[in-house]
């Protein structure tokens, strides 16, 4: 798997990084998918969570037409948003097959409340990530 970076802000290993982002997404699209609600934003239709873990999360899909960011280069499928109030965190875009591209990360302690824990074990008590599953 390919992921291109363009704007990050992090102290993670390229790998790990990788494993993060496909982690978090998995995890966000089945917060949407339970959770979301359809919100008018900029006159389109978009799957919210509202204040997830303090957090608002938006995911966009090929159906829904709308404008990447120009940095972007071409139109992807998928799209996830994770902000906390206008901050954006985290942006990644995707297709069904290829790439993921990821337009912002900024790695912190709001990154943990979206990688679910390994399976049968807690976090560590102020631990500052949850440990990833193999």
Same mark, same amino acid.
């Not at 709308?66 to 972007?72: E, G, H, L, V």
């Given at each position: *798997?390919?992921?291109?970076?363009?704007? /990050? +802000?992090?102290?993670?290993?390229?790998?790990? *990084?990788?494993?993060?982002?496909?982690?978090?997404?998995?995890?966000?699209?089945?917060?949407?998918?339970?959770? %979301?609600? $359809?919100?008018?934003? =900029?006159?389109? +239709?978009? *799957?919210?969570?509202?204040?997830?873990?303090?957090? +608002?999360?938006? /995911?966009?899909?090929?159906?829904?037409?709308?404008?990447?960011? =120009?940095?972007?280069?071409?139109?992807?499928? /998928?799209?996830?948003?994770?902000? &906390?109030?206008?901050?954006?965190?985290?942006?990644? *875009? $995707? +297709?069904?097959?290829? !790439?993921?591209?990821? &337009?912002? /990360? &900024?790695? %912190?302690? $709001?990154?943990? &409340?979206?990688? !679910?824990?390994?399976? %049968?074990?807690? =976090? =560590?008590?102020?631990?500052?990530?949850?440990?990833?599953?193999?």
């Amino acid at each position: *798997m390919t992921i291109t970076f363009q704007d /990050y +802000n992090t102290t993670l290993a390229a790998d790990k *990084m990788i494993e993060l982002i496909k982690t978090m997404r998995t995890y966000l699209v089945s917060v949407v998918r339970s959770k %979301g609600k $359809w919100k008018t934003i =900029a006159k389109q +239709n978009v *799957m919210c969570v509202k204040g997830h873990c303090n957090l +608002n999360i938006r /995911y966009y899909t090929p159906f829904q037409k709308r404008r990447s960011p =120009a940095s972007a280069g071409k139109q992807l499928g /998928y799209q996830l948003e994770v902000r &906390h109030c206008t901050d954006l965190l985290l942006c990644i *875009m $995707w +297709n069904e097959s290829g !790439p993921i591209y990821v &337009h912002t /990360y &900024h790695s %912190g302690p $709001w990154d943990t &409340h979206l990688v !679910p824990p390994v399976s %049968g074990k807690k =976090a =560590a008590s102020g631990s500052k990530r949850i440990a990833l599953a193999s």
